[in-house]
């Protein structure tokens, strides 16, 4: 059964650092890109970033170039996302997905707040 | 960036009847590989996103048959036969055709009249 497992989020305030880590299991993690959707409170689903399988290459939303970085730990079977210089309008559910878009983790919910 | 709108953003279905939310894209979402890669998904209150339909239409595994999607190039339907209770939510359609980024429509929140 495939499985993505999320961890990492909480508070942190304006301009802070934050990283998210998606834990995956049941297929093969490196035959799959990899992408993190977000979903501020009470709005819709926005993708923030895609990573390829092997890691090689990297894609972002326009909203978090140059803050996030997208990575992959292929012999751990992790995603990570780290998020810096970090806004209020970060604030959001982020979601790790496989490229399928079939299998989502659970969510974890980042606040950035003073 | 192609533009998802969806359509009608609220839709309230009385149970047994049918419902039909509607996806437009701002361009055609065939890809060069002769595929359509628009997808729809079901997401409940403190739930993650559980997808319905990818490649337009085709349905995913434990997907009851009254879910259907449909469509071609920049108009798309996720149609309901008979609304159920566990049914009620909100439906985004994806696309990824063109990307990056992927796009989503805003949302359509279903609800039992």
């Known amino acids: 059964e495939v499985q993505l497992v999320q961890s990492g989020g909480g508070l942190v305030q304006p301009g802070g650092s934050l990283r998210l880590s998606c834990a995956a299991s049941g297929f093969t993690f490196s035959d799959y890109a990899m992408n993190w959707v977000r979903q501020a409170p009470g709005k819709g689903l926005e993708w923030v970033s895609g990573i390829t399988g092997s890691g090689g290459s990297t894609y972002y939303a326009d909203s978090v170039k140059g803050r996030f970085i997208i990575s992959r730990d292929n012999s751990k079977n992790t995603l990570f996302l780290q998020l810096s210089s970090l806004r209020a309008e970060d604030t959001a559910v982020y979601y790790c997905?496989?490229?399928?878009?079939?299998?989502w983790g659970q969510g974890t919910l980042v606040t950035v707040s003073s | 960036d192609v533009v998802l709108t969806q359509s009608p953003l609220s839709l309230p279905v009385t149970l047994g009847q049918p419902a039909s939310i509607s996806c437009r894209s701002s361009q055609s979402l065939v890809h060069s590989d002769g595929n359509t890669y628009l997808n729809w998904f079901h997401q409940r209150p403190g739930q993650s996103p559980r997808r319905l339909i990818y490649?337009?239409?085709k349905r995913d595994s434990g997907v009851p048959d009254r879910f259907s999607g449909s469509g071609s190039g920049t108009d798309f339907t996720l149609t309901i036969s008979r609304v159920e209770a566990e049914d009620v939510g909100v439906y985004y359609c994806?696309?990824?055709?063109?990307?990056?980024?992927?796009?989503f429509g805003q949302g359509t929140r279903l609800d039992i009249k």
């Open positions: 490649k337009l239409s």
């Open positions: 994806m696309q990824a055709t063109h990307w990056p980024p992927i796009t």
């Open positions: 997905a496989d490229s399928s878009w079939h299998s």
